[in-house]
C-alpha cells in the first residue's frame, strides 16, 4: 500500500508540479535534477554512441515531457518528432517549439496499440519505471513492432530492484532485458552504465542506459 501511494504522488503529483514549473521557467526537463541541456547532451551522445543517421528519419519519445530531446534532434538531425505525454501543458510546449511534429496527449499503451507509424529512434527515457514490471513487458513487446530496422528503443534511466535507490517507482529485475531479448530474437541487447556514456549522474550512480536494437 506505502508503495503505491508514493507511485501515485511521484507519477502523478509530482509531474504535474513540475510540468507548471517547466511552463513558469523554461526549464526542459521534467525532472528535478535535470535541465534542458543535460537532456539535449544526452540525446547528442546516443545518436553518436549508435551511430544513427536521423535526417528526414521519424523519432518518437514516449513520455516526452516539453520535448527537449525532440527538438534538439529536430533541430540538429532534422528528424520528424513524434511525442507522447499524458500531461497537457506538456503538449502544450511541444507544438509550440516544433509547429511540424507530431504530438499526442495520451496514455502511452494507448498510443503504441493504435499506431501505424514506424521509427527509428524511439526514447523512453526516465519512464518506464512509471509501470509495473509486467507492463514494461508488454509496452517493450509493442514497441518492437512499430521499430524499423537497425532502428534503436532507448529506455534510460533504467534501474534494478538491488538498487539502494528508493525513489525508483517499478524497478525491474536483474537479467529483465536478457529475458526480453531471449523472447523476442529480433532485439539486440547492449546496456551501458549511464556515467560512462553521459558522464555526470544525478540520481542513482548506479542507474544504466539500455539500448534494444531491432535486427531484421
Known amino acids: 500500500m506505502l508503495t503505491k501511494i508514493k507511485n501515485f504522488l511521484h507519477i502523478t503529483i509530482l ?3 513540475y510540468s507548471l514549473r517547466n511552463f513558469l521557467t523554461g ?3 521534467v525532472w528535478l535534477k535535470l535541465d534542458t541541456a543535460d537532456l539535449e547532451e544526452m540525446a547528442e551522445k546516443t545518436v553518436r554512441h549508435k551511430s544513427l543517421e ?5 523519432v518518437l519519445d514516449l513520455g516526452c515531457g516539453t520535448g527537449t530531446m525532440l527538438h534538439y534532434l529536430q533541430r540538429e538531425k532534422n528528424c520528424f ?3 507522447v505525454d499524458v500531461i497537457r501543458l506538456n503538449i502544450h510546449q ?8 507530431s504530438f499526442f496527449r495520451q496514455d502511452l499503451m494507448k498510443y503504441l496499440q493504435e499506431t501505424s507509424d514506424k521509427f527509428d529512434l524511439i526514447i523512453l527515457y526516465g519512464v518506464i519505471g512509471c ?5 514494461q513487458r508488454e509496452i517493450i513487446g509493442n514497441i518492437s513492432k512499430i521499430m ?4 534503436v528503443l532507448w529506455i534510460g534511466a533504467n534501474i534494478y530492484e538491488d538498487s539502494k535507490y528508493k525513489f525508483q517507482t517499478y524497478p525491474v529485475p536483474r537479467g529483465f532485458y536478457e529475458e526480453i531479448c531471449t523472447e523476442d530474437s529480433s532485439l539486440d541487447l547492449e546496456e551501458i552504465e549511464e556515467k560512462e556514456i553521459f558522464g555526470n549522474v ?5 542507474q544504466t542506459t539500455v539500448f534494444l536494437t531491432k535486427n531484421v
Open 131 to 135: 509501470f509495473p514490471v509486467t507492463q
Open 15 to 17: 509531474m504535474n508540479i
Open 202 to 206: 544525478k540520481y542513482d550512480k548506479n
Open 27 to 29: 526549464n526542459g526537463a
Open 54 to 58: 536521423l535526417d528526414g528519419k521519424k
Open 148 to 151: 524499423n530496422k537497425d532502428s
Open 81 to 83: 518528432p513524434y511525442g
Open 94 to 101: 511541444c507544438r509550440k517549439k516544433m509547429k511540424n511534429g
